[in-house]
C-alpha cells in the first residue's frame, strides 16, 4: 500500500509541476537557501498554496515527494518512516532533494527528520501549524532550519494571478486607477486564497466550506475536543468581531463556556491552525500587555465574507483587517513587534510597529471619513499615542485620501490603501 501511495502522488507531483504558477513574493528570498544543508520549513494554513511553492522552488531539480496529508496512511501506528525511505528510493531512484508535505501529521515526525538531515539530505518540510514556527520547532530542529511563511496571495500576487500589470506612469490615469480600485475592492472582500482568485469559485460556497472543515479537521478532531459545539461557536463568533476587543472573562460569559482556562485553550487552537490571529495591547510592561484586551484578526478577509452572519461584512473591518495581514506577511510578527494600542484618554490606534527596542511607525485605519468629528477623533489617537510613545511617524490609511496634515510640531500623513500595498 505504501508504495502505491509513492506512486500515486508522485503523479500527483508531475501534474500540479505542469500547471500554471503565480510566483510569490517569497519565492527569490527561499531560493537562496535552496542549496544550504538547512531544513528548509514552509509553513501555513491549509490551501494557501504552501505545496506549489515548494514543488515550484524545486522544479528543474531531482528531488522525491511524499505528502503525509493521505488518508490512507496518516496516524497509522504500523506506519514505518524507513519503509517510506525504501519505497521513495524504489520509485525515483537517487535524488538531491526531499520534500515532505504537511510533515505534522506524521507521529514524531521531527525524531525521523532529524535523522535524514544526518544522513545527508536536503530537506523541505511544509506544515499546517504554527506551533512548528514556535517552540516546538526550535525544540526538534535546534537552528538546523530555516522557516518561512506562505500565506493566501498579497495584493500584489492577487493581480499577477489577475493578470493586471502595474505600470505606475498609467495609474495616474483615472480610468486605469479605477480599474485597479475595482480590483482592490474584489480583494478587500473576497481575499486571496489562490483556488478563489484564480479559478473565481463563489466566496461563500468555497471558503464557507473550507473554515468549517479546517475548524473541523486542524482543531477539533487533531485535538480530539469533546465539545466541537462551543469550538464551533467560538471560531464563528470572533470571524463575526475581526478587531474588535476582546477579553476571555467577558467572552466566557458571552459564550456559556465552562471556565476561562478552555476558552484560552480553544484560541490556542485557532490560531495554532492558522485561522485567526490575537494582537496584544501595546505596553512597554509585560504584565500589562497579558492583563488587556486583545484584538483578533482572521487570516484571509474570505473567511469573514463566507461567515458573516449580517448581510455582508463591515469594510472598515474587513480593511482593518487586509492592513494587519499585510503586516503579518511582510514579515511583522504579531506581539513582537506588532500590536495595537490605547492612549491614556482610551483612545485606540490600530497598530503599533516595532523593530528591536524602537518604535517605527503608528497606522490607523479609516475606511472613509463621513463627519469632521470622525476625521478628528482618528487624528487626536494618532497625536495622542504620538507624544506618549514618542513616535514621528503617524500614518492613516484611507480608501481614497492622500495628504499630509500638521498639528502643531506632528504631521499625520493620510495614504490611500492601493499605493501603501505596493511599498516594499
Do not use: C
Not at 46 to 65: H, N, P, W
Not at 94 to 106: A, G, M, V
Not at 189 to 216: A, I, Q, T, W
Amino acid at each position: 500500500m505504501l508504495k502505491s501511495a509513492v506512486i500515486r502522488q508522485k503523479e500527483e507531483k508531475e501534474r500540479l509541476l505542469s500547471l500554471l504558477y503565480i510566483k510569490r513574493s517569497k519565492a527569490d528570498q527561499i531560493q537562496k537557501w535552496l542549496d544550504s544543508d538547512l531544513i528548509k520549513v514552509i509553513l501555513g494554513p491549509r490551501r494557501s498554496g504552501k505545496s506549489v511553492f515548494a514543488l515550484m522552488m524545486l522544479r528543474g531539480q531531482e528531488f522525491a515527494y511524499f505528502n503525509f496529508d493521505d488518508e490512507l496512511l496518516a496516524h497509522r501506528k504500523d506506519f514505518q518512516p524507513d519503509q517510506l525511505l525504501q519505497e521513495l528510493h524504489s520509485v525515483y531512484g537517487q535524488f538531491k532533494y526531499l520534500l515532505l508535505d504537511e510533515i505534522q501529521n506524521l507521529p514524531d515526525w521531527e525524531l525521523f527528520v532529524n535523522r535524514l538531515h544526518r544522513q545527508g539530505y536536503n530537506i523541505v518540510l511544509t506544515g499546517s501549524n504554527a506551533r512548528l514556527l514556535g517552540r516546538e520547532l526550535a525544540t526538534a530542529l535546534t537552528g538546523r532550519h530555516i522557516p518561512i511563511e506562505i500565506l493566501p496571495f498579497n495584493f500584489q500576487e492577487f493581480l499577477r494571478a489577475k493578470n493586471y500589470q502595474v505600470d505606475q506612469p498609467e495609474l495616474r490615469v483615472p480610468e486605469k486607477q479605477g480599474q485597479l480600485l475595482h480590483l482592490l475592492e474584489q480583494y478587500l472582500v473576497s481575499g486571496g486564497y489562490p483556488e478563489v482568485v484564480v479559478k473565481d469559485l463563489d466566496v461563500r460556497s468555497y471558503l464557507g466550506v473550507l473554515f468549517d472543515s479546517l475548524l473541523f479537521q486542524d482543531v477539533i478532531k487533531r485535538h480530539r475536543i469533546r465539545f466541537s459545539g462551543q469550538m464551533e461557536q467560538l471560531g464563528h463568533y470572533l470571524v463575526n468581531n475581526i478587531a474588535s476587543p476582546y477579553s476571555t472573562r467577558r467572552l466566557v460569559g458571552k459564550l456559556e463556556f465552562g471556565n476561562a482556562v478552555t476558552l484560552s485553550k480553544y484560541l490556542d487552537h485557532l490560531i495554532e491552525a492558522y485561522l485567526m490571529f490575537s494582537l496584544q495591547r501595546y505596553s512597554a510592561k509585560a504584565g500589562s500587555r497579558w492583563r488587556a484586551p486583545r484584538k483578533a484578526y482572521v487570516v484571509d478577509n474570505g473567511f469573514v465574507t463566507a461567515k458573516a452572519v449580517a448581510h455582508s461584512a463591515d469594510t472598515g473591518q474587513l480593511m482593518e483587517n487586509l492592513v494587519f495581514m499585510e503586516l503579518v506577511k511582510r514579515g511583522f510578527q504579531p506581539n513582537q513587534d506588532l500590536f495595537y494600542y490605547q492612549t491614556r484618554y482610551q483612545r485606540e490606534v490600530d497598530f503599533v510597529l516595532k523593530s528591536g527596542s524602537s518604535l517605527l511607525e503608528l497606522i490607523q485605519v479609516a475606511y472613509r471619513f463621513n463627519r469632521a468629528e470622525t476625521e478628528d477623533r482618528e487624528i487626536k489617537a494618532l497625536l495622542e499615542a504620538g507624544r506618549e510613545l514618542k513616535v514621528d511617524r503617524l500614518t492613516v490609511l484611507t480608501w481614497d485620501r492622500d495628504e499630509e496634515v500638521k498639528r502643531g510640531s506632528q504631521v499625520v500623513y493620510f495614504k490611500p490603501l492601493w499605493p501603501w500595498l505596493f511599498e516594499k
